[in-house]
Antibody, heavy 115, light 107 residues
Framework: EVQLVESGGGLVQPGGSLRLSCAASGFTFTRYWMSWVRQAPGKGLEWVANIKEDGSEKYYVDSVKGRFTISRDNAKNSLFLQISSLRDEDTAVYYC????????WGQGTLVTVSS | DIQMTQSPSSLSASVGDRVTITCRASQGINNYLAWFQQKPGKAPKSLIYAASSLQSGVPSKFSGSGSGTDFTLTISSLQPEDFATYYCQQYNSYPYTFGQGTKLEIK
């Protein structure tokens, strides 16, 4: 059974940083692109970033370019999202998901940006 | 960026009904289109990928069709557990984009 468990969310002040993690199990992590998707409170889904199986390709939505960095540790079956220079509009639940198609999803971790 | 427009934004239907949700892309996306179901307070669930391929374990009451710019999700014989919000997403070109969602409510 595929399991994705996000962690690292919390309350952070504008301009602050956090590192989100996603622990993956139940599938061969090294065979899949991995994605981050977020959802602001009461709003729709927004694709944030994804990373190739070996980490050699990374893509981002324009609104986070230069502020967010996606990475992975294939030895530890883990996906990360370093989020910096946080803004109010980054407040959201952040989900990790498998593959370009977002086949499987974690339960999400809430990031709240507020002073 | 490719804009994804779903219609309707909300839909009321009864148990047993058959409903169709439409998703239109602002430019051609081949068949790189996925559909998701989301219930309140829960993570989204993948239903369909490649416009018409059912994810493993998803009941056949869900079906997808379309190519190019126009796509549909059809749900037959609605059951209480099907009332949720549905999203389409294109993964043809970056940045990937979602539709705004269609909230399916019980009439």
């Amino acid at each position: 059974e595929v399991q994705l468990v996000e962690s690292g969310g919390g309350l952070v002040q504008p301009g602050g940083s956090l590192r989100l993690s996603c622990a993956a199990s139940g599938f061969t992590f090294t065979r899949y692109w991995m994605s981050w998707v977020r959802q602001a409170p009461g709003k729709g889904l927004e694709w944030v970033a994804n990373i190739k199986e070996d980490g050699s390709e990374k893509y981002y939505v324009d609104s986070v370019k230069g502020r967010f960095t996606i990475s992975r540790d294939n030895a530890k079956n883990s996906l990360f999202l370093q989020i910096s220079s946080l803004r109010d509009e980054d407040t959201a639940v952040y989900y990790c998901a498998t593959a370009k198609t977002c086949r499987d999803w974690g339960q999400g971790t809430l990031v709240t940006v507020s002073s | 960026d490719i804009q994804m427009t779903q219609s309707p934004s909300s839909l009321s239907a009864s148990v047993g009904d058959r409903v169709t949700i439409t998703c239109r892309a602002s430019q051609g996306i081949n068949n790189y289109l996925a559909w998701f179901q989301q219930k309140p307070g829960k993570a989204p669930k993948s239903l369909i990928y490649a416009a018409s391929s059912l994810q493993s374990g998803v009941p056949s009451k869900f079906s997808g069709s379309g190519s190019g710019t126009d796509f549909t999700l059809t749900i037959s014989s609605l059951q209480p557990e099907d009332f949720a919000t549905y999203y389409c997403q294109q993964y043809n070109s970056y940045p990937y984009t979602f539709g705004q969602g269609t909230k399916l409510e019980i009439k």
